[in-house]
Nanobody, 123 residues
Framework: VQLQACGGGLVQAGGSLRLSCAASGRTFSSYHMAWFRQAPGKEQDFVAAISRSGGITYYADSVKGRFTISRDNAKNTVYLQMNDLQPEDTAVYYC?????????????????WGQGTQVTVSS
């Protein structure tokens, strides 16, 4: 499967952005999906994940209550709605697809990755 992320940009603290990740190739609904992020000079961190059907979601504590992951299997797209953005959310955001039912927040469990989209939050 090929993944294409978009929707990043520059926003002021307290603002919102919605990231999208469009998938092509094999059946999108076969994959659990997730978002990770990597700030400059830091390791890649888990942000949020969603099950194949969309019925189960999982968030990093740092974004819980501010970010919402969702998916539309008819459109082969996963979304990340980010509200109340803060400067510490500044990073390149990556979408990823996973076949296994295990390893929700483990980046090594994911089989396919998008190219990343930059999110910059100014204070």
């Amino acid at each position: 499967v090929q993944l294409q992320a978009c929707g990043g940009g520059l926003v002021q603290a307290g603002g919102s952005l919605r990231l999208s990740c469009a998938a092509s190739g094999r059946t999108f609904s076969s994959y659990h999906m997730a978002w990770f992020r990597q700030a400059p000079g830091k390791e890649q961190d888990f942000v949020a994940a969603i099950s194949r059907s969309g019925g189960i979601t999982y968030y990093a504590d740092s974004v819980k209550g501010r970010f919402t992951i969702s998916r539309d299997n008819a459109k082969n797209t996963v979304y990340l709605q980010m509200n109340d953005l803060q400067p510490e959310d500044t990073a390149v955001y990556y979408c990823a697809a996973r076949v296994s039912s295990f390893g929700w927040s483990n980046r090594y469990a994911y089989n396919y990755w998008g190219q990343g989209t930059q999110v910059t939050v100014s204070s």
